[in-house]
């Protein structure tokens, strides 16, 4: 069971800035958490960032044959992206929408997704610690 976790734009920024929304945690530390807790599951995570709306949508592409499940904190392009929507639609795989930060609690604009009627769950506002659930979320999905 392989697993494809890609993060949108600025969250290559992780941990370096606003530690009140989003902790303190770095992108490299969530990946590592995430390999751990794959191993301990038996199973793979492929964990990719792109700052790109087009490398999202192609990394979505590349994993359609490959993966079984798709975690995705689009970052921005969450409130924006049809395209998105599109691949995730079009690759056809169980997708989960994740977020750091509790997108309702924040600014009107962030709380809309244009990505969320395309995935089968949405985790939002539990910290980095919301990969780990989203990956044991996954995981269960499609073990059931
Ligand atoms: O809460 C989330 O995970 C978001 O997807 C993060 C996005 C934001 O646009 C979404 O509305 C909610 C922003 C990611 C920016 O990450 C930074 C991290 C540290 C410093 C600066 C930006």
Redo the contacts with the bound molecule.
Sequence with gaps: MKFLVLN????N??????PD??GAATLADVEADCMALARDLGCEVDFRQSNHEGGMVDALHDVRHTHQGVII????Y??TSIALRDAINGINLPTIE??????HA?EEF?HHSMIAGACLGVI?GLGTSGYGLAVRALHSHLSS
Excluded at 8 to 11: F, R, S, T
Excluded at 73 to 76: H, Q, R, V
Excluded at 98 to 103: A, M
């Design positions: 949108g734009p600025n969250l920024l992780l941990g370096e800035r606003e929304i989003y904190n689009a970052g921005a969450t409130h994740l977020h750091v930060s509790n997108i924040r962030r939002a």
